[in-house]
């Protein structure tokens, strides 16, 4: 069972977009998607709200998710989050083992 972590993060005059392509050109994105256990971490931008984006972070196991805390690039990225401003609402979730139902894959495109 993966957990999945939801952040928002909000900030003014496209700061949070910034945020999320400097994290991309850093290299910092890249060293946490290496990480082991590490199953997901993708930035998307919201249509409705161009001051928000969100971040898709998924880890295997909460061992996993306590070692990113713990390591390196936590610092690098609470510089970033400070350089542009950042508030964050966060939502953790955990993957359903059964999966999507007969029902459910009937309304999945492939």
């Given amino acids: ?10 900030g003014e005059n496209g700061s949070a977009r910034k945020f999320a ?5 850093s290299g910092i994105a ?3 998607r290496a990480e082991d ?8 931008f919201s249509m409705k709200d161009p001051e928000t984006v969100l971040l898709i972070d998924s ?17 690098q990225l609470g510089a970033l989050r400070e350089k ?5 609402k966060a939502e953790r979730y955990r993957t ?3 999966g999507f139902t ?9």
């Fill in 21 to 25: 392509e400097e994290m991309e050109s």
């Fill in 84 to 88: 542009y401003n950042l508030h964050m």
């Fill in 96 to 98: 359903d083992e059964a």
């Fill in 30 to 32: 890249a060293a946490i």
């Fill in 59 to 75: 880890w295997r196991d909460q061992e996993a998710l306590d070692i990113h805390h713990d390591s390196p690039m936590m610092a």
């Fill in 37 to 44: 256990g590490n199953e997901k971490y993708d930035y998307f």
């Fill in 1 to 10: 069972m993966s957990i999945v972590v939801n952040l928002y993060y909000t």
């Fill in 102 to 110: 007969a029902k459910d894959q009937a309304f999945i495109r492939k």
